[in-house]
Nanobody
Framework: QLQLVESGGGLVQPGGSLRLSCAAS????????MGWFRQAPGKEREGISC????????YYTAPAKGRFTVSRDNAKNMVFLQMNSLKSEDTAVYYC???????????????????WGRGTLVTVSS
């Protein structure tokens, strides 16, 4: 019953913007920190951003800081990732993920995260 479905990926030019959406079902989004990971071709999966429940405090890793914005709409059970000033290095499959609790824990280790979307591909190219 727990499910996350990403959408909004596609091909964009460097410097462009894209907004990813994540639709959650089977649970109440309000009770969980939510966020995004990505995996580029041939690279390890890496954390991008997290937004806590309650105060909706946001966190970003270095690649996303200053360019990406994570947000949530609990009433709609959705999470978003607004990506601006995109670079070729941002090309990856982006995954929506649910944290086990209300607080954003370290994004360095994703092995304890159990609820993932299938991913949406973002390609940044001229």
């Amino acid at each position: 019953q727990l499910q996350l479905v990403e959408s909004g990926g596609g091909l964009v030019q460097p410097g462009g913007s894209l907004r990813l959406s994540c639709a959650a079902s089977g649970f109440s989004l309000d009770a969980y920190a939510m966020g995004w990971f990505r995996q580029a071709p041939g690279k390890e999966r890496e954390g991008i951003s997290c937004i806590s429940s309650g105060t909706a405090t946001t966190y970003y890793t270095a690649p996303a800081k200053g360019r990406f914005t994570v947000s949530r709409d609990n009433a709609k059970n959705m999470v978003f990732l607004q990506m601006n000033s995109l670079k070729s290095e941002d090309t990856a499959v982006y995954y929506c993920v649910r944290w086990p609790g209300r607080i954003c824990v370290s994004m360095a280790d994703y092995t304890d995260l159990e609820v993932w979307g299938r991913g949406t591909l973002v390609t940044v190219s001229s």
